[in-house]
């Protein structure tokens, strides 16, 4: 049997043999060892790891790069991070989205990222600017990356008057989750019940921004699993931050999460932006404010880890690895032994595809070759030393090529 790509020697990340991968007309078409087979590039894995493409469940691409256009962070507390993006929103045009979208969205694929969905905002100041910047780059990068977008209130919803108006012009108009924030509206619970009336009108999924905070009291999350049971959108529905889990004690957090996993609502870690904006109304003993995703896992809640923010006023650093965001949360929360590593990988790969409910994602005979080469032989290994991708596909086609680092002995 001929393929277009076969993969030889690859090490898949559930561990055993290393093993061929054989890919026909954009899907896999064999697994297995030594298939030996005639192919039109064929590439030596050498024993390192070949994963699922990377998936980016949450990150803003259409705010993305604008650190250096914001006033500067004069306090600790608070950081007011939205107030000084919202400040510079009469700036944006489609054009300066596009591109500043287009730098970040080509640092993810490098990184092997070939699944995305990207949170845009909507309201009277910026309109449909960043929504129409941000579509642009799904049908440019379908080469390379499939995109989602879903649509959100930044700056309130029922008490920002137009924008409903315009998120609902954006589910209209190609925006395929709808999205919450609830922190900031004058009712968050107001705001919750109408996101998931516009779910049901359109059909679709919900991710929410919910709960950021480091006090535990009035924790939003138990009436998203309520209206989650209450109107069956069981497993289509995501939240993000959750930060005030991290300051409630071993047993009622337990008990949240068994909630969350009886609901079927999924959790977003965002580590650096909630470790950058978080304990900031202490001076000293600093609260982390990332979630431990893997006690979640445990207990069956399906969870994600992504970049949310990259150089903007919400995260000024970043460059959309997400193995290198791995790293960092298993750092923060102190997972670091083999088993709970294996669970983290599964947060940027399996289990993110499941918050997206992609059905047909994963190394499998009949799936879509959307696949990864990272320099390590297996993802313990991978996130322990933030391995670099050296190749990704796309259905099966080369999307991203990087030479491993070479010592030049003398």
């Not at 790509?5 to 890919?23: C, F, K, Q, S, W």
């Not at 640092?107 to 092997?112: D, S, T």
């Not at 009336?197 to 999924?205: C, K, L, P, T, V």
């Not at 070759?369 to 030393?385: F, K, N, T």
Request: include cysteine; charge should be negative; aromatic fraction near 4%.
């Amino acid at each position: 049997m001929a393929f277009d790509l076969l993969l030889r020697n690859a090490r898949l990340p559930e561990g055993g043999e290393a093993v061929d991968i054989g890919v026909s007309a954009g899907r896999i078409a064999a697994i297995g060892p030594g298939l030996g087979a005639e192919a039109g590039e064929v590439v030596e894995c050498g024993g390192r790891l070949v994963s699922p493409g990377l998936v980016e469940t949450h990150i803003h691409l259409d705010k993305t790069c604008t650190i250096d256009r914001c006033e500067c962070e004069t306090a600790r507390n608070p950081h007011r991070a939205m107030e000084r993006t919202s400040a510079i929103k009469h700036t944006f045009t489609v054009e300066d989205v596009n591109a500043r979208a287009r730098r970040t969205l080509e640092k993810c694929i490098l990184h092997g990222t070939t699944l995305m969905r990207t949170h845009v905002e909507v309201d009277p100041k910026v309109g449909l600017r960043g929504f129409q910047g941000v579509k642009a780059l799904i049908e440019a990068y379908a080469w390379a990356i499939d995109i989602e977008i879903c649509v959100m209130p930044q700056e309130g919803l029922l008490n920002n008057p137009g924008t409903e108006e315009l998120m609902l012009e954006a589910l209209r108009n190609g925006a395929r989750v709808v999205g919450a924030a609830p922190n900031y509206d004058s009712d968050r619970a107001g705001q919750i019940r109408r996101v998931f009336e516009m779910a049901r009108e359109f059909d679709i999924d919900i991710d929410m921004h919910l709960d950021s905070g480091s006090s535990a009291n009035e924790l939003d999350t138990l009436l998203v699993c309520d209206l989650a049971e209450q109107y069956g959108w069981s497993g289509r529905v995501a939240i993000g931050h959750v930060t005030k889990l991290t300051v409630m004690p071993p047993a009622e957090f337990d008990r949240v999460a068994k909630r969350m996993a009886d609901a079927g609502v999924a959790l977003t870690v965002l580590p650096a932006t909630d470790l950058y904006l978080g304990g900031r109304d202490r001076d000293h003993r600093i609260e982390r404010s990332v979630v431990d995703a893997n006690r979640l896992v445990r207990q069956g809640v399906t969870c994600s880890i992504s970049s949310n923010n990259i150089l903007n006023a919400f995260t000024p650093m970043g460059d959309g690895q997400l193995i290198r965001q791995a790293n960092l949360y298993a750092n923060v929360v102190q997972q670091g032994m083999p088993d709970a590593l294996r669970d983290t990988w599964g947060m940027f790969t399996t289990g993110s595809a499941r918050l997206m409910r992609r059905k047909d994602y994963g190394i499998a005979v009949g799936n879509p070759a959307d696949l990864v080469l990272v320099d390590a032989p297996d993802p313990v290994a991978a996130i322990r030393e933030v391995a670099p991708v050296l190749a990704a596909f796309k259905r099966g086609r080369r999307s991203v090529t990087r030479a491993p680092a070479v010592l030049h002995r003398p």
